[in-house]
C-alpha cells in the first residue's frame, strides 16, 4: 500500500464514505444530489469543486476511491493526453484515453422506501449546443453511455513538492467533458471544440437537489471475467 493512503493500525485501508462489495465487484460512494436543471461538465465532483454542472457530489477522497476500485481487481488505465510528435515545431497530437470499463449508477429509496438502482444513463439528457451544425433530420441520437473508464487520474508532479492526486483538486472525479485528470471518463476526447451535442440533467426520476444517496461503481461482466483468469 502506497505511503500516501491511509491505513488503520491492522494495516487496513481507511475509505471514509465508501461500501466495498467484493463478492458482486462494486463499491458505493457516499454521494449527494447538487444540480436538477443544466448542462452537465460531469458526473460527479469533489466538494465545493463543480457543483454547478455536475449531477452530485462525492462525501469520499477521490484517491479512497481508485483505492477501493484497485481493491476490486480492477485495472486503471490513462486519462487523455496530449503527445509530442515533433520536437522541433511542437506538434502535439491527442491521445485517447484508457482503462476498464466501470458501470455507473445511483442508488436510493423510492417514494415507497423501497431501494432502487439506476443506470447513470436515466439522469442525463442530449442537448443541442448547434441546432443544426453537423446534425441531419431524422438521426438517431445515441443515449448516454452506461459505463465509464478507470483512467485512474495522475499525480502531479512539482520539484521539492509533496505529489498530489490531480482530480482531489480539480473535482472532476466523473466527467464528462475530458479535463485531462478525470479519475472515470468516457472513451475518446470530447469538448465544445468537436461536440455539436452536449448532455444536461434529466430530473425526471432524480431525487429532489440535497438528497443523500450511493455512487455505485460497478466493474463490468467482461472484466469481471477476465479476473478470474
Known sequence: IPQHW??????????????????DRFID??????????????VACTKNTKEHESIVVLNARPI?????????????????????VDNENLRWIPVTPTGEQVEVSLVFQDNKGKIEEFSISTF???????????????????PFPKTFLFAGSHFSEEKNMPRKYACEYSGNVISISTF?????????????????LAWEVNSEKLPKVGTNLSLRLRLSKSTKENAKD
Request: hydrophobic share 35%.
Open 64 to 84: 479512497h476511491i481508485h483505492a477501493a476500485l484497485l481493491l476490486l481487481k480492477a485495472k486503471p488505465g490513462r486519462p487523455a493526453m496530449q503527445k509530442v
Open 180 to 196: 485531462g485528470d478525470e479519475l472515470l471518463c468516457l472513451p475518446g476526447i470530447h469538448g465544445h471544440a468537436n461536440d455539436g
Open 124 to 142: 442525463v439528457s442530449p442537448t443541442k449546443l448547434n441546432e443544426f451544425e453537423g446534425f441531419e433530420v431524422g438521426e438517431k441520437i445515441q
Open 6 to 23: 491511509p491505513t488503520d493500525q491492522d494495516g487496513s485501508l481507511k475509505l471514509p464514505g465508501i461500501s466495498l462489495n467484493p463478492s
Open 29 to 42: 460512494i457516499n454521494a449527494t444530489v447538487c444540480l436538477n436543471h443544466g448542462l452537465l461538465e460531469l
